[in-house]
């Protein structure tokens, strides 16, 4: 292979900027099929993206001898069903986050990819912008010394509740859709694997959360917490902030940094800004997909990843006495 032929599962509304935009620009790429529940809404789609085909089925891209790979920006609770399908088709994946409903089927969807020796990518498109390991080096290099605390949120409005994020049955919540990034995050600042100490939902139904803050501890003793919701007096509130003896560093807008972002560094009685240009975070992924499956080298989200995150995400969904989604 010279580029990864990719077909899209739903003509979802992130599809075009994950990835038939980056697809345009990277040769290495190519967006050439869609399906959609919707067969007119996949022609829409296709026609409106330049997509060249369009199939009448989820199965039909999945048997296409054409495609190589997939991109599933499906609901969350199809996550894992689909992503397994396409393994099972000899198709890499690159899947939209969160991963899965919870750790228990991450872990099957990473037994697949180890048995066919495919890639699957979870599509954490913020961990590839260099912003990304320019926060980790500074968080975990010393230059903030040991560190005390580390705090990050994702607080986005969503009134129309009628969305599918809301749906229990498909993965919903705000601890899935916008809290995924605060745990994730919280884990590469961190630098391990934290325990959760407490947790608080507000609920939209029983089974869904609106928003969602939880405390943690990581392994250093380090603590941490995390403040998300789609539906909350925190209206918008994008960033991350990472305390240690010897600084401080807080940063606006780690999750999509190519539109504007803002790093700044209290340590050793100065304080500095730090811009770190690049394309957008979705150009960054979509390349590292392509060199997965076409040089075999490794992801900074492989499914080893996305279980350790789904794992957070259980156990904050635990301790706040709410259903693990998927059960």
């Known amino acids: 292979m010279s580029r990864v032929r990719i077909g899209i599962l739903g003509a979802a509304r992130i599809a075009p900027a994950a990835l038939v935009r980056p697809a345009r620009r990277l040769p290495e790429a190519e967006a050439t099929a869609v399906a959609a529940r919707d067969p007119e809404r996949a022609r829409k789609f296709a026609s409106k993206h330049g997509v060249p085909t369009v199939h009448a089925s989820y199965d039909a891209v999945l048997a296409d001898s054409g495609i190589d790979a997939v991109y599933n920006p499906l609901p969350n609770g199809l996550h894992a069903r689909w992503t ?195 394309r957008p975070t979705y150009e960054y992924q979509l390349q590292a997909f392509c060199d997965a499956v076409l040089r075999g080298e490794p992801t900074l989200t492989p499914p080893e990843d996305s279980i350790a995150n789904m794992r957070v995400i259980d156990s904050i969904y635990q301790a706040a006495g709410m259903k693990l989604r998927g059960t």
Request: hydrophobic fraction near 40%.
């Open 84 to 278: 397994i399908a396409a393994l099972e088709a000899g198709k890499h994946v690159l899947c939209e986050k969160p991963f899965t409903n919870n750790a228990a089927e991450a872990g099957q969807v990473a037994a697949v990819a180890a048995r066919t020796g495919l890639v699957v990518m979870e599509a954490f498109h913020y961990r590839y912008h260099p912003l990304a390991e320019r926060m980790r080096s500074i968080a975990q290099d010393g230059e903030l010394g040991e560190l005390r605390r580390i705090e990050t949120w994702l607080c986005f409005p969503l009134p129309r509740f009628s969305d599918i994020r809301y749906r229990y049955d498909l993965g919903g919540g705000a601890l899935m859709d916008a809290g995924c990034y605060t745990v994730h995050m919280q884990r590469l600042l961190g630098g391990g694997e934290p325990e959760v100490v407490s947790a608080r939902a507000k609920l939209r139904t029983p089974d869904v959360d609106r928003a969602m803050a939880a405390e943690l501890r990581f392994p250093s003793g380090a603590e941490g917490r995390l403040t998300c919701s789609m539906w909350s007096s925190s209206v918008l509130r994008v960033g991350a902030r990472v305390t240690g003896e010897a600084g401080e560093m807080r940063v606006l807008n780690p999750t999509a940094p190519h539109i504007y972002h803002r790093l700044t560094v209290r340590a050793g009685g100065r304080k500095r800004a730090e811009r770190l240009r690049g």
